[in-house]
């Protein structure tokens, strides 16, 4: 074997161990990217554990984080309910079961915020339409804004 052949499979392996000790779950993902990190809290929480929507965070950018929910001003949050709670279908909005229920989620949603804020380097918190649980359950998100895609 020629140096530089040597040398690229030394170079090349060192390069692995590199890769697989970076995605290994050092002392709870201490080393692991910080979404990857707040995911995991997110998933380890056992009052959100309770709830049949599962929020994420989605980026975690100068303090502010990013999290998923099921409903925005374009997605009604009746229709939302009813995906979570098929019993709820058919009720009128000002049925108690549908406002227990639209208040269940935004007690879930409080508690997420508080669960965020409570990471030392966790400032603000943004909402963002999950327009892939959406999807799974067969409700018509709408497009993004045209004028957005221009500014990403």
Do not use: C
């Not at 970076?22 to 995911?39: E, H, T």
């Not at 929480?45 to 989605?58: C, R, S």
Request: charged share 20%.
């Amino acid at each position: 074997m020629d140096r530089f052949t040597r040398n690229a499979v030394i170079g090349s392996g060192v390069l692995v161990v590199v890769l697989i000790l970076s995605v290994l779950p050092w002392g709870g993902m201490a080393f692991g990217p910080r979404i990857w990190q707040l995911n995991a809290i997110l998933e380890r929480d056992p009052v959100l554990a309770e709830y049949p929507y599962d929020f994420k965070a989605l980026l975690f950018l100068d303090g502010i984080v990013t999290l998923t929910r099921p409903y925005d001003n374009a997605v009604p949050v009746n229709e939302v309910l009813v995906a979570i709670d098929p019993t709820l279908a058919g009720k009128p909005a000002d049925d108690p079961a549908v406002a227990a229920a639209r208040e269940r989620l935004q007690r879930y949603e409080m508690h997420a915020i508080g669960v965020m804020l409570a990471e030392p380097d966790v400032r603000s918190i943004v909402w963002s339409l999950d327009r892939a649980w959406l999807n799974g359950r067969g409700i018509a998100a709408p497009n993004p804004d045209p004028a957005l895609r221009g500014s990403m």
